[in-house]
């Protein structure tokens, strides 16, 4: 059978991150052709400063080789320039005169300097800084000039200037802002960086705005607005990027700033999607890796036909180490409304943190010298957290291991890279991992932009000191990895919830307090950690105890004596419920295609309401030709010839998981009831915070099988849901 022909313009990271999700999703369903311009292989721009200033060589930062091309059968074309596209007769043409056909056309042309309409930019020795040619254009002034001028107080213009420092070139900055990096920092946090780097041997011009590059042919400085000069013989301009937009707007595709897109990365034309810095998506255009590899994600599960989430944009974050500096910024710094909830300056350690919050939410963070809280700050500014969350803990250890402590265990620690907490533990504990470099050899995290190297300390750190106090970081054969609930506790979620129902039985205390009391709890209140945790295993241990203590209290930071922060009982704690139930009323050609939308209504009458250890997502499928795929859902009902197959266990995300099949129902009655089941089964075993596919991961699907194939404990199960809700 013939394969679609897929091409791709650009070689770039955000395209082939694409190319290699296909890969993993659907390696048969395309015949795949890239084009790049460059006369190499897929490499790591975010580290080309690190190449020039010695750390690493190209071969370092090379992310497939030529074999891996050939290991997967792709064809790439270096060292050629798409000039054209036929979007009717669909073929590209490069500039050499190659022609192309393609069934489905992505383009991730990326972007390229911007360069200013400055006089004399056009001289000789004035550069961007953007591709590993231009790191060895770099190399070879270096060893005839000595002074160089840096135009851009960004993060590239640092980086850039940092790598003239160690080329041996005296380095000079200048910005057109009060201060460097402003876009990502306060004033506060810039200062600090700013005096980091002026001891490394950095200079700055700050507030200047250059008028002309001076020089006949070749550059011999700058001349800027307010009548000052500075002598430079070789020119960096890194004042930001331009989308690659050119070949599109010739073609006829829709374009804006760059190339516009929906929610699935579809442009204007029929099977041409864009991707990455040169796509636009609701006005916005990224230009870091963590927002192209996820608009990646969702292209590539779109283009293999798999059932995804669309994608609706990102929270903009960087985690990165300036010139060796550990620096995060994530949110909204600045704006109207835009209030300080958390500000600390620590002189002595050199580090800094500040939170920002509107209207009583978490919008923007910003840490310096110490990051390793930032994949949690990052959490909450992304889900607009309300500020009760970032209460101290008290008796907390290490700021970095509770931050790391009390990540959930499927979040992403490093972006570049789609490295979980997880698997940086798992590989830790079934290795014996002592360094980050190990970690880093062993999973990829901090491989990249190295931004998260301190949170994957914080958590070999925490891994480590869990293995010491016997708190079971090290999983066994027989006995998985339990890990503290939060740093309130050394309880794991099993001796928590089992300790809780001995205390209910045994003394039926109604009282939060009492019962955190004689948990032995480390905090009076408990923490934004594990509130939610303990509420939701009371609610679902079907004891008849008075929780509404639990309901009705959760905490708010509040002000009082000036900057000194207290907690306050104040608004009601939210357990997961959603339940999403979606169904396709489309009837696939078969004579055995069921009434979906009937079983989903008495799927959602069952379960409204109920909470969860966390969202749950059904799909019911009215036969094999449907829109909503029944095997990737956390709990799929597909109509078959016997009746309805009922699935579980299965995920849509990245890593996909198909479900298990718990059973055959002849009716729809039978097919709910044994779903019902499986989520009250869920509901009273899962720990909270587990999602259902790690859930039948844990417990293991056939010992979960055998269970609910019971009539009579199906029937409990279902009594026990109704009682409950």
Request: aromatic share 6%.
């Amino acid at each position: 059978m013939s394969r679609s022909k897929l091409v791709i313009i650009g070689n770039g990271m955000a395209g082939v991150k694409c190319v290699e999700e296909i890969i993993a999703l659907e390696p048969d369903t395309y015949e795949i052709v890239i084009y790049g311009n460059e006369p190499r292989p897929n490499y790591n721009r975010i580290m080309l400063s690190k190449v020039l200033q010695g750390e690493h060589s190209l071969q370092d930062i090379i992310i497939n080789d030529w074999t891996w091309y050939a290991e997967h059968h792709i064809r790439l074309c270096t060292g050629e320039t798409v000039h054209r596209i036929d979007t009717r007769g669909k073929y590209i043409e490069t500039e050499s005169g190659i022609k192309e056909t393609y069934d489905v056309l992505i383009l991730a042309t990326g972007s390229s300097p911007f360069i200013p309409p400055i006089p004399g930019i056009d001289k000789e020795r004035v550069m961007s800084f953007r591709t590993i040619d231009d790191c060895s254009r770099m190399s070879d002034y270096s060893k005839a000039y000595r002074k160089a001028a840096v135009i851009g107080g960004g993060l590239l213009g640092l980086e850039a200037a940092r790598g003239l420092l160690h080329l041996g070139m005296e380095a000079v900055v200048v910005h057109n802002a009060p201060y460097i990096m402003n876009r990502q920092l306060d004033q506060k946090a810039a200062a600090m960086l700013q005096q980091e780097l002026e001891g490394q041997g950095m200079s700055f011009l700050l507030a200047k705005n250059t008028q002309k590059i001076t020089g006949r042919s070749q550059a011999q400085g700058l001349l800027f607005t307010d009548g000052s000069k500075l002598e430079a013989q070789v020119v960096i301009v890194a004042v930001g990027i331009r989308p690659n937009v050119d070949l599109a707007r010739r073609s006829g595709i829709a374009t804006n700033r760059a190339i516009m897109v929906d929610d699935y990365m579809r442009t204007s034309i029929p099977d041409i999607y864009a991707v990455g810095e040169c796509a636009e998506h609701r006005g916005i255009s990224y230009g870091l890796v963590a927002p192209l590899y996820e608009q990646g994600k969702v292209l590539a599960r779109t283009l293999c036909g798999k059932e995804t989430t669309e994608y609706k944009g990102s929270i903009p974050y960087s985690q990165l180490k300036v010139s060796g500096v550990d620096v995060f910024s994530a949110g909204e710094i600045s704006g109207e409304g835009m209030q300080t909830a958390i500000q600390h300056l620590d002189g002595i350690r050199g580090t800094y943190k500040k939170v920002l919050m509107q209207a009583g939410k978490v919008r923007g963070a910003i840490l310096f010298g110490d990051t390793a809280e930032g994949t949690a700050l990052l959490g909450l500014v992304q889900r607009g957290a309300d500020v009760a969350e970032l209460a101290p803990r008290e008796g907390a250890p290490d700021p970095a291991e509770v931050a790391a402590a009390a990540l959930p265990a499927q979040e992403t620690v490093c972006a570049c890279n789609n490295v979980t907490k997880a698997a940086i533990m798992k590989a830790i504990q079934e290795q014996d991992l002592e360094t980050t470099d190990q970690v880093k050899e062993q999973t990829k995290a901090s491989g990249s932009c190295g931004g998260c190297r301190p949170m994957v300390a914080a958590l070999l750190k925490h891994t480590h000191n869990l293995k010491k106090s016997g708190g079971g970081a090290v999983a066994t054969p027989d006995k998985p990895a339990s890990l503290p609930v939060c740093s309130c506790t050394e309880l794991g979620h099993a001796e928590l919830k089992e300790m809780l129902d001995d205390i209910v039985v045994m003394i039926g205390l109604p009282d939060i307090s009492l019962i955190l009391k004689k948990l032995g709890w480390g905090s009076e209140l408990g923490c934004a950690v594990c509130r939610p945790v303990i509420h939701y295993y009371l609610q679902v241990s079907n004891r008849s105890i008075n929780d509404r203590e639990i309901m009705n209290t959760e905490y708010r930071i509040v002000k009082r004596n000036g900057n000194q922060a207290e907690l306050s009982r104040d608004v009601e704690i939210e357990a997961h419920s959603q339940v999403q139930v979606r169904w396709d009323d489309h009837i696939p050609l078969s004579f055995y295609a069921r009434d979906a939308g009937s079983l989903a209504a008495q799927l959602r009458m069952r379960w409204i309401g109920a909470a969860m250890p966390s969202s749950v997502n059904i799909g019911v499928a009215p036969g094999p030709g449907s829109l909503v795929s029944a095997l990737v859902q956390d709990i799929g009902l597909l109509a078959s010839p016997a009746g309805w197959e009922i699935y579980a266990g299965g995920h849509a995300e990245h890593p996909v998981k198909e479900g298990g099949l718990l059973g055959v129902a002849e009716t729809e009655w039978q097919a709910a009831m044994l779903a019902t089941a499986c989520l009250q089964w869920y509901r009273q075993t899962a720990w909270y915070d587990e999602p259902l596919w790690a859930w039948t991961e844990r417990l293991g699907f056939m010992s979960i099988r055998e269970t609910l194939l019971d009539d009579q404990l199906q029937k409990e199960l279902a009594a026990t849901l109704q009682a409950d809700i």
